[in-house]
């Protein structure tokens, strides 16, 4: 496989599960990150790795908790969601953090009921 | 406050036409990403603009960089259905850790 691969592509969960959203790059990057997009709003920035470290997290509310194991792999950890997290997840990752080319996955499309 | 404001928000049109969408801020880049993104994809990277007034040409499409870098357009020509998607811009954070994206304008292109 090539490129940025989440799994899974889609999700429903309760609010009272936990589930995790995996995304593996196959492109040797050293930055990676998750995005969340909701309908009218622009992608938001919610955390941002380089080489297995957290550099950024960007106000996310403890109910996600991130996970790099690896500069390869990157997993969202969910539990006790709110209706209003349902979102496309998506994943990206670059050469180093900051770049200006983001190579994106497909996206978990997440709904919380 | 949103750093990357995208006009129009929605745009429809026939094949064939012409059509402009603009990415406006109040802050200056040193660089601005246009990105593409197709339903049930992520978003792809179209072209990067870096000198003010740099004006940049992908087959059909035409990126301006404006003067004091705080603006960018995107202008297509001859629009075809294949170009049906939203049109992100974005640049990189104050922090230097990640891309910030506007909301992106929605285009629909019908034969």
């Known amino acids: 496989e090539t490129g940025v691969t989440q799994t899974p592509r889609h999700l429903v969960m309760g609010m009272t599960n936990k589930k995790s959203l995996k995304c593996e790059q196959h492109l040797g990057h050293n930055a990676m990150y998750w995005y969340k997009q909701s309908a009218k709003k622009p992608l938001e920035l919610m955390f941002v790795?380089?080489?297995?470290?957290?550099?950024e997290n960007n106000s996310v509310p403890s109910r996600f908790s991130p996970e790099c194991p690896n500069s390869s792999h990157l997993f969202l950890h969910l539990h006790t969601l709110q209706p209003e997290d349902s979102a496309l997840y998506l994943c990206?990752?670059?050469?180093?953090?900051?770049?200006?080319?983001?190579?994106f996955g497909q996206g978990t499309r997440l709904t919380v009921v | 406050t949103q750093l990357l404001e995208q006009s129009p928000q929605f745009l429809s049109i026939q094949e064939g036409e012409n059509l402009t969408v603009y990415c406006n801020s109040s802050s200056v880049f040193s660089s601005l990403q246009w990105y593409r993104q197709e339903p049930g994809e992520g978003p792809v990277l179209l072209v990067t603009v870096v000198t003010g007034g740099e004006v940049k040409k992908l087959k059909r499409l035409t990126f301006q960089f404006g003067d004091a870098r705080k603006d960018s357009s995107l202008h297509i020509t001859a629009a075809q259905p294949g170009d049906t998607g939203l049109y992100l811009c974005?640049?990189?954070?104050?922090?230097?850790?990640?891309?910030?994206f506007g909301k992106g304008t929605s285009l629909l292109v019908t034969p």
């Open positions: 790795y380089s080489l297995e470290e957290r550099v």
């Open positions: 990206a990752s670059s050469q180093v953090v900051g770049d200006t080319e983001a190579f």
């Open positions: 974005a640049g990189v954070t104050n922090s230097g850790y990640a891309l910030n």
